[in-house]
């Protein structure tokens, strides 16, 4: 029998179906339609829910259960990666460069996946949400070369992570590190990471079941927070001393 999912009105304002309605199978399958338009992503996201689709399909809008949530004081780094974080001279900065980490997102392999999610509408879409500041790019450089990064999209004190790239060994790892403990200093408590995979447990994700986690960003998404780039608030961070 073919899925019937609600289509969601022309109004970028107009609320989301309830997540709890969300299906299943495939898990989270929630809605179809509307556009991308800052609105309608900012509302989503504070409901906890994210699009997500690939060209040729129409606008699909997910929210899983259970979902895959990192305590920013309780991202781990092995050891080993950590004795190595001392050798390097790796830096970390925000918002300097995101359309140069979304790309490179959008171009990173990803197993088990033909293609690409971020498309060019998607690219538009978040670059357009970082212009107003609600979306964010953390870029980890090796002198001028990126060599890792991620981005996401902020409300009020919950980020919510849409993808992340290493282009040298552990780059990723490290722009995550580093976002973790700038939250954790300025109070913002989760990072969502969406759906779980073995590479995020090992870092220290926990799997929330959706109401735990729906009541969690309720609360945080409507505490007030300055909107705009973190280019300054956040610094520059040394890689090194996330070693510890």
């Known amino acids: 029998m073919p899925i019937r999912l609600p289509e969601l009105p022309v109004d970028p304002r107009a609320p989301f179906p309830d997540p709890r309605t969300a299906l299943r199978e495939p898990d989270g399958l929630l809605a179809m339609g509307g556009d991308l338009s800052p609105e309608r992503l900012v509302n989503a996201y504070a409901s906890g829910i994210f699009p997500w689709y690939a060209?040729?399909?129409p606008l699909l809008w997910w929210s899983p259960d259970p979902r895959t949530v990192f305590r920013t004081d309780n991202v781990r780094l092995s050891s080993r990666f950590r004795r190595t974080l001392r050798g390097l001279d790796w830096v970390v900065t925000a918002d300097t460069a995101f359309e140069e980490v979304i790309d490179a997102c959008a171009r990173q392999?990803?197993?088990g996946q033909p293609g690409t999610w971020i498309t060019d509408e998607m690219r538009t879409a978040?670059?357009?949400?970082?212009r107003l500041g609600h979306a964010h790019s953390i870029e980890v450089r090796a002198g001028a070369e990126l060599v890792g990064g991620l981005y996401g999209v902020a409300?009020?004190?919950m980020f919510f992570g849409e993808s992340m790239v290493s282009l040298a060994s552990g780059g990723s790892k490290v722009a995550l590190a580093a976002l973790a403990r700038r939250l954790h200093d300025w109070g913002w408590p989760l990072l969502d990471a969406q759906v779980e995979n073995r590479h995020l447990l090992s870092?220290?994700?926990?799997s929330w079941p959706r109401p735990q986690f729906l009541a969690a960003i309720h609360r945080l998404s409507g505490r007030p927070e300055p909107i705009g780039r973190w280019t300054e608030r956040f610094g520059e961070l040394p890689a090194a001393q996330l070693a510890g």
Do not use: F, I, S, T
């Open 203 to 206: 870092l220290g994700a926990e």
């Open 126 to 130: 978040y670059c357009g949400l970082h």
């Open 109 to 111: 392999p990803r197993p």
């Open 55 to 57: 060209d040729g399909q």
């Open 155 to 157: 409300v009020g004190r």
